[in-house]
T-cell receptor, first 114, second 117 residues
Framework: AQTVTQSQPEMSVQEAETVTLSCTYD???????LFWYKQPPSRQMILVIR??????QNATENRFSVNFQKAAKSFSLKISDSQLGDAAMYFC???????????FGKGTKLSVKP | GAVVSQHPSWVICKSGTSVKIECRSL??????MFWYRQFPKQSLMLMAT?????????EQGVEKDKFLINHASLTLSTLTVTSAHPEDSSFYIC?????????????FGPGTRLLVL
């Protein structure tokens, strides 16, 4: 069975600084997708970034980028120029290509200090 | 991104009553929707996969007779918690699978807080 591990329950970053959130996963599949979702206090799940496993190029979305290491099964999220609004729970998620359901890690709570 | 709505946003009910939660994809068609449950300070746990026009697929340990799922159209899935009890109190979130544009993505509704007294 696929699993997703986020080893950092909590992280803290100074405003305008850079922070990296870790995620590892376990799978025997070759076709899959990886996601980072943000859940602020409102509890609305917001898609931050997605990565297709077959793509070697790391995905980027403005201040958010990933370091996808397929062989190591690692999928870390880098947030540059952190803003107060980035404070939230961040969930790493795995999706098997054919099924569509997401398997989530336990989450990392990110705090941003002014 | 695409928009998914969920209604109601919160509900309080008496033990033994049934509660229906609606999940709608507003600007795309979703042949597949998912229902998750989230306890405080925990991650999301998949309850079931809702497929338009067919029976839902439930995860192990989820009672299908208690959590009834109907996906009657390409934009609407409903979750009915039957004979609710206090232990069913939780945060329920739906998501819709968007395959348009060739990109596989899931968008989430804002969630429903259920409190069973």
């Amino acid at each position: 069975a696929q699993t997703v591990t986020q080893s950092q329950p909590e992280m803290s970053v100074q405003e305008a600084e850079t922070v990296t959130l870790s995620c590892t996963y376990d799978t025997s599949e070759s076709d899959y997708y990886l996601f980072w979702y943000k859940q602020p206090p409102s509890r609305q799940m917001i898609l931050v970034i997605r990565q297709e496993a077959y793509k070697q190029q790391n995905a980027t979305e403005n201040r958010f980028s990933v370091n996808f290491q397929k062989a190591a099964k690692s999928f870390s999220l880098k947030i540059s120029d952190s803003q107060l609004g980035d404070a939230a729970m961040y969930f790493c998620a795995y999706m098997r290509g054919s099924q569509g359901n997401l398997i989530f890690g336990k989450g990392t709570k990110l705090s941003v200090k002014p | 991104g695409a928009v998914v709505s969920q209604h109601p946003s919160w509900v309080i009910c008496k033990s033994g009553t049934s509660v229906k939660i609606e999940c709608r994809s507003l600007d795309f068609q979703a042949t597949t929707m998912f229902w998750y449950r989230q306890f405080p300070k925990q991650s999301l746990m998949l309850m079931a996969t809702s497929n338009e026009g067919s029976k839902a697929t439930y995860e192990q340990g989820v009672e299908k007779d208690k959590f009834l799922i109907n996906h009657a159209s390409l934009t609407l899935s409903t979750l009915t918690v039957t004979s609710a009890h206090p232990e069913d109190s939780s945060f329920y979130i739906c998501s819709a699978r968007d395959l348009s544009g060739g990109e596989e993505t899931q968008y989430f509704g804002p969630g429903t807080r259920l409190l069973v007294l």
